[in-house]
């Protein structure tokens, strides 16, 4: 698959999806990210959460977007998953960054090496 393919090119020892919250998981009944990674045969770790429910992406202007508040949290005991590890934050669609900016910055109170992002869309 192109997406294995395109994730090989990283240099990463954890590999994080961008989770929806509870609410648009209910209304989904899937995240489109973990699904795209599960049918491409990727392993990943589902250490973040998100806390905050928000409209979705489509429905809010730029303006709305970057003036969001922090949506995400680290899962409770999995600082030892990120201290000192590579970490490559995956998302379906790029449009502003905030959502990558947001959940890297919940993730960098733990001290990872590095965090990287990549997005299916753009």
Do not use: M
Request: net charge positive; with cysteine.
């Amino acid at each position: 698959p192109v997406i294995k393919q395109k994730l090989n090119r990283f240099d990463y020892e954890c590999l994080i999806p961008i989770p929806l919250s509870a609410e648009r998981y209910q209304q989904r009944g899937f995240n489109q990210v973990t699904a795209v990674l599960e049918a491409a045969g990727v392993r990943f770790q589902e250490l973040l959460e998100k806390v905050v429910d928000t409209a979705p992406q489509a429905q809010r202007s730029r303006r709305q977007r970057l003036v969001e508040a922090q949506p995400f949290a680290v899962k409770p005991d999995v600082a030892c998953e990120i201290k000192g590890k590579k970490l490559l934050l995956i998302d379906d669609v790029y449009t502003t960054g905030r959502t990558l900016y947001h959940a890297a910055e919940a993730l960098q109170t733990f001290a990872p090496q590095s965090i990287r992002s990549f997005s299916f869309a753009r």
